[in-house]
C-alpha cells in the first residue's frame, strides 16, 4: 500500500492528472480552484510538461484546445464564472472529437454568486454547456481521494471516446484536507501512442486537420451520428456508482459530492431511529447510471434526491424512474450545505407523511 | 471515537496551520481525519475559522456544524462559535485576548492564556500550539506526542529548534488540565 | 520551353471559394511559397480562422485546425507549447484578431509567443456580409453602418501594429499590402521573415497585410482597378505600410 498522503482536494485533482500523463495545463484564477493552476504552475514543469496562465478562462480552453490537437494529455481547471466562459471552447472540442480534461470545482451561483461550495452546475456539465447536440463525461467525486484517482479514469475515457470528460467537485471538496493514496499506476506519457488524428511534426503522412464542421449539405449530421454511437457505447460500458447499506433499504437517498457525504451522517441516524435508508451515488453524472435506477426502484419505492443546488439532478433521477417509484428532494441552494439532521429530518417526514416536497416545508 | 473541531482566530493567528496539523497527527495515528478552512476574500487580520474531524470510523461531512471542541483564540470567535458547541463538549479560550467569559453551563470551558505563555517561551508565534496542547490533555482525542511528530511533515522547512519550540508549547499548553 | 513557376507544394491543387478580386488567394500562395522556400512545409502547423478564411484548413498542405472566432493565438500558444519543433501560424481577418479576439493577440504578444500570425485587414466582416470591421475606415459604408462609420457612434479603426509595437514582447510587426505586385512581393519577404524569426526562436512575430474585398466593399467584380485604388488611396493613408517592429532577440 501506498504511503497515504494529507492533500487538498485541489492538489489532489492536479497530482492525480500529472500521475495520469497530464503534460499541458492552461487555466486562470478564480476560487475556490486556484490550488489546481498553483500546483500545476511547479509540478508540471517538474514533470517535463508546460504550465500556461492564460489571459482568461476564454483563452484557456483555447490553449488546450490546440494542445489537444497535438495528442497531448492536457487540461484546464476552473469555477463556475470561469466554465461558463470555457464552454465555446468545451463545444468546439467536443464538435472536433479531441479529448481534453477540465476540473470544475462549483461555487455559489448564478452571477458572482459567492465563492462556498456548490452543486448549482448540474445542468450546465451534464448537459453539455455549451452550443450544440454532444455530451461531456462528468465524474463526480466525494472525497479528496477520488479527486486525486479520477483524472485517470477521466483521460483514459476522453482518448478512448475522444470526448472532453470533467470532474465537477464543489468547493468543499476542492478545500477540504484528507489522506490520499493514489491507485492508479503512473502514466508515463513517452509510452503512450500516439492518436492517428495527432497534429504534429516531420510527416511524410497526408495532412490532418482538425475541425469541428462541415458545411457540406448532410455531412454534419452524419459527424455527430458517428459521435452518437460512441455515447450509446459509454452509456454501457462507463457507467460508475456506489451503493451503501442499500440491501434492506426501504428508501434510498441518491446524492453526489458533498452532499452524499453529508448523506452518509444522514442515513446513519435514521438507521440509529428505525429507518431503513440506504445510499446511491451516482459517480458518473454523465452517463448517469439510470439502468441502476431502474433495476432498485423494483423493491424501493421511495427515492430521496440530496443535493446542493434547487434541484437539478432530481430530474435525472425522475427521468430514470420514469414514474417507477417516488422522487422526493431536499434542496439547499445558494451555496449552503445541508445538515445530516435536515435531510434525517425529511426522509422522517416522507416515511410519516407521505409529502412530496421539502425544500420549501422548511 | 469521534471528535469534531473548530478553531478560530484572526489570520496571522495561525487557526489553519493548527487545523492541519491536527489532522495531520490524527492520520499518523491511524485515525480517519478530515480538515476544511474557511477560504476566500477574508483579508489578513480578518477571521478565519477551519473543521477538523479525528474519528475511528470514515468521516462523513468535513464541516463540524456542532463541534465537540472549539478553540477559541480571538473575542469574535467566542460569540460565533460558543453557541455552536455541542452539549457536554469543550470550549478552549485564548484568555490573553479575549476578555469575556463564556455564559455556557451545559459545556466545559477551558481558560488558556496562550498568548502570555508563548510570550514566555520566547516567541509569540507558537500561541496556537499552546491552544492544541491544551485539546490535547483536555479530550484525550489524541497525544501531545503525536502533535509533535506531526510537525515536521506539515511544516518542513522548519528549523529543528523552532520544531523544539513548538513542542515546548504544546506541552506547556498541556499543563492546564481541567477543573 | 522550361517552367518558370509552380503551384508551392504547401498550397493543395483545390479550387478555392474565394470571390473574384479577394487578396487570401494571393496572401494564401506566397504563404505557402515562403513555406516552400523555408523547406517547413513537413513541420508546419497552421490555425485557420472564422470568416471567409475558415476554409484555409482545407487549402494548405500542412497539419490544420480549425478553431472559435478570434482565438487563434491562443490555439497557436497551445500547440507551440506543446509541440516546440512544430512551425505554427495563425491566419485570422480583422472581425477575428482585432475585435473578437483583441485579447487572445495581445496577450500571445505579451507572452512573446514564439509563432508566427498572419493579419489579413480588409477594413470588412466578409463572410457574414459585409459588416462594420474594427478597421473600418471613417466614413466607409458596410451593412451595419449604412451611412459611413462614424467617429460618434463606432470610433475609429484600430491600427493594429502600431498598438502591438507598444508590447515588449512582440518581436517583429510589419504591415504590408497585396494590392500591387511589388506589395506581393513584399509581403512574401516579410512573411518569410515571420517564419524565420520563429525557425530562430525569436518569439512573437505579426505581418498586417492590407486586402481586397471587393464583393463587400461595393467596388466592380469586373474592375478589379477599383479594389485596389480603394486600398491605395483610402486605406494606405490610414494604414501605412512599414516595418514597426523589428527587435533582434533570442528566446
Known amino acids: 500500500m501506498a504511503e497515504k498522503k494529507l492533500m487538498k482536494g485541489n492538489e489532489a485533482l492536479a497530482e492525480g492528472a500529472v500521475r495520469a500523463g497530464c503534460r499541458f495545463f492552461a487555466g486562470y484564477p478564480i476560487t475556490p480552484q486556484n490550488e489546481i493552476p498553483e500546483y500545476m504552475s511547479w509540478r508540471l514543469p517538474q514533470a517535463g510538461g508546460v504550465f500556461v496562465q492564460a489571459e482568461s478562462e476564454v483563452s484557456a480552453i483555447n490553449m488546450v484546445y490546440g494542445a489537444a490537437a497535438t495528442g497531448v494529455r492536457c487540461m484546464t481547471s476552473s469555477s463556475s464564472p470561469g466554465i461558463s466562459l470555457k464552454q465555446e471552447g468545451i463545444s468546439y472540442c467536443a464538435g472536433a472529437d479531441l479529448p481534453v480534461f477540465i476540473g470544475n470545482v462549483m461555487r455559489g451561483g448564478p452571477g458572482l454568486g459567492n465563492i462556498a461550495g456548490a452543486q448549482g452546475d448540474y445542468w450546465q456539465a451534464t448537459r453539455g454547456g455549451g452550443h450544440g447536440d454532444y455530451r461531456t463525461f462528468v465524474m463526480a467525486p466525494d472525497s479528496v481521494s477520488e479527486m486525486g484517482n479520477f483524472p485517470h479514469k477521466c483521460f483514459e475515457v476522453a482518448f478512448k471516446y475522444r470526448i472532453p470528460s470533467m470532474v465537477l467537485a464543489d468547493g468543499i471538496i476542492g478545500q477540504m484536507m484528507e489522506p490520499v493514496e493514489f491507485i492508479n499506476p503512473e502514466i508515463d506519457p513517452k509510452t503512450l501512442t500516439e492518436p492517428a488524428w495527432a497534429l504534429g511534426v516531420n510527416k511524410g503522412r497526408e495532412k490532418r486537420i482538425v475541425k469541428s464542421y462541415d458545411l457540406r449539405e448532410g455531412y454534419l449530421e452524419v459527424m455527430v451520428n458517428e459521435r452518437v454511437k460512441r455515447y450509446k457505447q459509454m452509456e454501457a460500458n462507463e457507467t460508475m456508482y456506489e451503493e451503501k447499506m442499500m440491501d434492506d433499504a426501504e428508501i434510498a437517498i441518491v446524492a453526489y459530492g458533498t452532499s452524499a457525504r453529508v448523506s452518509v451522517a444522514a442515513m446513519k441516524l435514521a438507521r440509529e431511529n428505525g429507518l431503513k435508508v440506504g445510499l446511491f451515488r451516482p459517480i458518473t453524472l454523465w452517463p448517469f447510471p439510470k439502468a441502476r435506477l431502474v433495476e432498485l426502484s423494483k423493491r424501493i419505492k421511495k427515492f430521496l434526491v440530496v443535493e446542493m443546488s434547487l434541484g437539478q439532478m432530481v430530474e435525472d433521477v425522475q427521468l430514470s424512474l420514469n414514474g417507477r417509484a417516488e422522487v422526493h428532494l431536499h434542496a439547499k441552494p445558494g451555496a449552503a450545505v445541508m445538515t445530516a439532521d435536515e435531510v434525517y429530518r425529511t426522509m422522517e417526514a416522507i416515511v410519516k407523511k407521505g409529502a412530496k416536497e421539502y425544500a420549501a416545508a422548511k | ?179 | 520551353m522550361q517552367l518558370q513557376n509552380k503551384r508551392p507544394e504547401s498550397l493543395l491543387d483545390i479550387k478555392m471559394h474565394y470571390c473574384p478580386g479577394c487578396g487570401h488567394g494571393t496572401i494564401h500562395r506566397v504563404v505557402a511559397e515562403a513555406m516552400d522556400e523555408l523547406g517547413i512545409r513537413s513541420r508546419t502547423i497552421g490555425v485557420a480562422p472564422v470568416g471567409c478564411a475558415v476554409f484555409a484548413d482545407t487549402y494548405f498542405n500542412c497539419d490544420m485546425i480549425q478553431g472559435p472566432h478570434g482565438r487563434g493565438p491562443a490555439e497557436a500558444t497551445g500547440i507551440k507549447r506543446a509541440k516546440p519543433d512544430a512551425i505554427v501560424f495563425s491566419y485570422q481577418g480583422d472581425g477575428d484578431l482585432a475585435s473578437i479576439g483583441m485579447a487572445e493577440i495581445v496577450h500571445a504578444a505579451i507572452r512573446s509567443e514564439n509563432i508566427t500570425v498572419i493579419f489579413v485587414n480588409n477594413a470588412i466582416y466578409g463572410m457574414t456580409g459585409g459588416q462594420m470591421a474594427p478597421t473600418t475606415l471613417l466614413g466607409q459604408k458596410a451593412t451595419t453602418c449604412v451611412e459611413g462609420r462614424s467617429a460618434k457612434q463606432s470610433g475609429y479603426p484600430i491600427k493594429m501594429c502600431e498598438m502591438l509595437a507598444t508590447i515588449d514582447g512582440a518581436t517583429y510587426l510589419e504591415r504590408t499590402t497585396v494590392h500591387t505586385v511589388p506589395g506581393v512581393i513584399k509581403t512574401k519577404t516579410a512573411i518569410r521573415k515571420a517564419f524565420q524569426n520563429q525557425i530562430d526562436g525569436k518569439g512573437f512575430s505579426m505581418v498586417e497585410i492590407l486586402s481586397m474585398c471587393p464583393t463587400n466593399w461595393g467596388t466592380r467584380l469586373d474592375n478589379p482597378s477599383e479594389a485596389t485604388k480603394f486600398v491605395a488611396e483610402s486605406m494606405l493613408p490610414v494604414f501605412p505600410l512599414g516595418v514597426y517592429k523589428d527587435q533582434q532577440r533570442t528566446n
Not at chain 2, 473548530?6 to 495561525?14: D, E, L, M, V
Not at chain 2, 470510523?57 to 472549539?70: C, G, H
Open chain 2, 1 to 179: 471515537m469521534y471528535q469534531g473541531i473548530r478553531i478560530s482566530g484572526f489570520g496571522g493567528q495561525g487557526v489553519i496551520s493548527a487545523g492541519v496539523l491536527l489532522a495531520q497527527a490524527g492520520m499518523m495515528e491511524g485515525k480517519e481525519v478530515s480538515f476544511f478552512p474557511s477560504y476566500g476574500a477574508e483579508m489578513r487580520g480578518g477571521t478565519a475559522n477551519c473543521s477538523v474531524v479525528v474519528a475511528s470510523d470514515e468521516v462523513s461531512t468535513p464541516i463540524v456544524s456542532t463541534p465537540d471542541t472549539a478553540i477559541v483564540l480571538n473575542e469574535p470567535s467566542l460569540a460565533k462559535f460558543e453557541p455552536m458547541v455541542k452539549p457536554g463538549g469543550l470550549l478552549i479560550v485564548n484568555s490573553s485576548l479575549v476578555n469575556s467569559k463564556a455564559s455556557r453551563k451545559d459545556i466545559t470551558v477551558l481558560y488558556v492564556p496562550c498568548n502570555k505563555i508563548a510570550g514566555e517561551l520566547g516567541n509569540g508565534k507558537v500561541m496556537n500550539m499552546v491552544a492544541l496542547g491544551a485539546f490535547a490533555a483536555a479530550t484525550g482525542a489524541m497525544s501531545v506526542d503525536a502533535i509533535a511528530k506531526a510537525l515536521p511533515k506539515v511544516f518542513k522547512k522548519l528549523k529543528p529548534e523552532v520544531i523544539e519550540l513548538n513542542i515546548k508549547a504544546l506541552m506547556r499548553g498541556a499543563e492546564f488540565k481541567l477543573n
